[in-house]
């Protein structure tokens, strides 16, 4: 059983939409705050935002470069994650991936480090 | 916000140790304790080696170690592998822009 599993990836044209999915298994999501990181080709890692628990707040929080344009949500009946990308440019061309923050027992690190990474869905954003 | 300095790479011979640094400023790794480092091998999601500067996640390797100084950070590698041979990253709690920067990425190469 896979942990975390994205989809919704594909080709969109600049100014375009496209939601991307995180189903969660293994754990209790209800609990878990939620991070979505993304990689262009050959490049390197890039944070991309945070949706805490609802207990928490279900608070989001965005890089600079997506504010504005991206939303995260969560279904936690679903045990589903979502990263809604609305006015797409070419530079948002990445692998995006879904990751947990580390949690264990009382030591947790829910938005700083992330144990549990999906397989990435690519995105490419092009004409 | 600048993605946070490491060397482009590094190698070693099975059996040294060997240490990637990743530097920042003192709106994030001096700032905080929050460092992790991540080992991502080709087509693979990355993976959790080091949190909160110094501490290893159950399972991974006591080989594997960290430490910071100022505004800079470093990952020492010991005993070297040949599977330790991947894509290394830091990242750390920032200020600026957003809630978490990763380095550019470190290639080691296992001679």
């Known amino acids: 059983e896979v942990p975390l599993a994205e989809s919704g990836g594909g080709l969109v044209k600049p100014g375009g939409s496209l939601r991307l999915s995180c189903a969660a298994s293994?754990?209790?999501?209800?609990?878990?705050?939620m991070t979505w990181v993304r990689q262009a080709p050959g490049k390197g890692l890039e944070w991309v935002g945070h949706?805490?628990?609802?207990?928490?707040?279900?608070?989001?929080y965005y890089a600079a470069p997506v504010k504005g344009r991206f939303t995260i949500s969560r279904d936690d009946s679903k045990n589903t994650l979502y990263l809604q990308m609305n006015s797409l440019k070419i530079e948002d061309t990445a692998l995006y991936y879904c990751?947990?923050?580390?949690?264990?027992?009382?030591?947790?690190?829910?938005?700083?480090?992330?144990?549990?990474w999906g397989q990435g869905t690519m995105v490419t954003v092009s004409s | 916000q600048s993605a946070l300095t490491q060397p482009a790479s590094v190698s070693g011979s099975p059996g040294q140790s060997i240490t990637i640094s990743c530097t920042g400023t003192?709106?994030?790794?001096?700032?905080?304790?929050?460092v992790s480092w991540y080992q991502q091998r080709p087509g693979k999601a990355p993976k959790l080696l080091i949190f909160?500067?110094?501490y290893r996640p159950p399972g991974v390797s006591n080989r594997f170690s960290g430490s910071k100084s100022g505004n800079t950070a470093s990952l020492t590698i010991s005993g070297l592998q040949a599977e330790d041979e991947a894509d290394y990253y830091c990242?750390?709690?920032?200020?600026?822009?957003?809630?978490?920067?990763f380095g550019g990425g470190t290639k080691l190469t296992v001679l």
């Open positions: 990751s947990k923050g580390y949690c264990s027992g009382s030591d947790c690190h829910w938005d700083d480090a992330f144990d549990v």
């Open positions: 293994g754990f209790t999501f209800a609990d878990a705050w």
């Open positions: 949706i805490t628990s609802k207990t928490d707040g279900e608070t989001t």
């Open positions: 003192s709106s994030d790794v001096g700032a905080y304790k929050y």
């Open positions: 909160e500067v110094s």
């Open positions: 990242s750390s709690y920032t200020t600026i822009n957003t809630l978490v920067v």
